[in-house]
């Protein structure tokens, strides 16, 4: 089935960017919640728990649609690495990510409005980094500046040269939203990203 009501909350245009790749129709709103951690909080269940909050967030003003949200946490060790901002932050951050294992916790979820159900994922990807010299950090943050980005780094870009391995399930999920578990949660409610190709 082929549908027009599905929103996804958010405002990244990264995670629109990977939900175009779907060939479907959808429309973007930002959902306003309170993103920060709970005392204690493991950050696959913040990453869940935040996912379900956009989505759930969105549901009076859609109140007849599939609603797509997604949240990632990104976790060096015990520290959670946001996005820098700027450049200085983008280069400490980097540099405490050299020869280290940085995991992204990154959610999916889909609210039927209409009924108020709910489906969510969770993809958890590990990024093994290179030691990094000084001068590579300084080149890399000046040919990308991800400043927007949480570790500081772009993997669909040059950010790739960063890492020794990746090892996760989807690449999608490192850029902000895991389009396998998302394709299998709208399977679960009926949308199936395939249909038109099948029906030609």
């Keep these: 089935m082929q549908t027009n009501n599905l929103v996804l909350a958010s405002s990244s ?17 930002t959902p306003d919640i309170d993103e920060s951690q709970h005392s204690g909080e493991p950050p696959a269940q913040m990453a869940l728990r935040l996912a379900k909050e956009k989505a759930r967030a969105l549901k009076a003003a859609y109140p007849q649609h599939f609603i797509i949200a ?22 400490n951050q980097l540099q405490q990510c050299s020869a280290k294992v940085v995991k992204f916790y990154t959610s999916v979820c889909i609210l039927d409005s209409s009924t108020g159900e ?17 001068q590579k950090i ?33 690449p999608n999920a490192l850029v902000g939203l895991p389009l396998i578990k998302l394709i299998s949660l709208l399977d679960a409610f009926n949308i199936d990203v395939l249909a038109k190709g099948e029906a030609q």
């Design 13 to 29: 245009p990264y995670r629109k960017q990977l939900l175009q790749k779907l060939h479907l129709d959808f429309i973007t709103a």
């Design 118 to 134: 709910l489906k969510s994922a969770l993809d958890i990807c590990s990024v093994y980094f290179k030691k990094l010299s000084k």
């Design 138 to 170: 300084i080149n890399y943050i000046d040919l990308e500046q991800p400043y927007h980005c949480a570790g500081s780094f772009k993997s669909e870009g040059l950010g790739i040269a960063l890492f020794e391995r990746i090892e996760g399930d989807d």
């Design 70 to 91: 997604s949240d990632q946490v990104a976790m060096l060790n015990q520290t959670q690495l946001k996005k820098p901002g700027d450049k200085n932050n983008a280069f």
